[in-house]
């Protein structure tokens, strides 16, 4: 059960942070753009939400690189965020994904050590 909550955890929040990221990119459509300038806006405010859904993809499968992955994409976040004066509104987002990227290397840390263990008591 334990291992479970800690397999979980990190993917349901990394889903729940990219719906949150994509949430952003619906205020182009109260902008007053026409149609198509109003679907490329929102493609190009969905530029982070498909960033944030390859690193997920990649932590889904190798925990651990996608862990740094998102350790990396929050330090960088918050340096672009620290330099415009905006700091607290970067922790909004710099913290949770940070907290993601953590606990992604916690379970594929867990996920070694049990698989270790099975091989071991395999012997």
């Given at each position: 059960?334990?291992?479970?909550?800690?397999?979980?955890?990190p993917?349901?929040?990394?889903?729940?942070?990219?719906?949150?990221?994509?949430?952003?990119a619906?205020?182009v459509?109260?902008?007053?753009?026409?149609?198509?300038?109003?679907?490329?806006?929102?493609?190009?405010?969905?530029?982070p939400?498909?960033v944030?859904?390859g690193?997920?993809?990649?932590?889904?499968?190798?925990?651990?690189?996608?862990?740094?992955?998102?350790?990396t994409?929050?330090?960088f976040?918050m340096?672009?965020?620290?330099?415009?004066?905006?700091?607290?509104?970067?922790?909004?987002?710099?913290?949770?994904?940070?907290?993601?990227?953590?606990?992604?290397?916690?379970?594929?840390?867990?996920?070694?050590?049990?698989?270790?263990k099975?091989?071991?008591?395999?012997?």
């Open positions: 059960m334990k291992q479970k909550i800690i397999y979980w955890t993917r349901t929040l990394s889903i729940a942070m990219v719906v949150f990221i994509s949430l952003f619906l205020d459509f109260w902008e007053g753009y026409d149609f198509w300038e109003s679907i490329a806006a929102f493609i190009i405010h969905l530029l939400t498909f944030l859904i690193i997920v993809m990649i932590a889904w499968k190798w925990e651990q690189i996608g862990g740094l992955l998102f350790i994409l929050g330090v976040y340096i672009m965020t620290a330099n415009s004066g905006e700091l607290l509104a970067g922790m909004v987002l710099t913290l949770p994904i940070t907290l993601i990227g953590i606990l992604f290397i916690v379970s594929g840390t867990k996920s070694q050590r049990n698989n270790a099975q091989k071991k008591g395999a012997n």
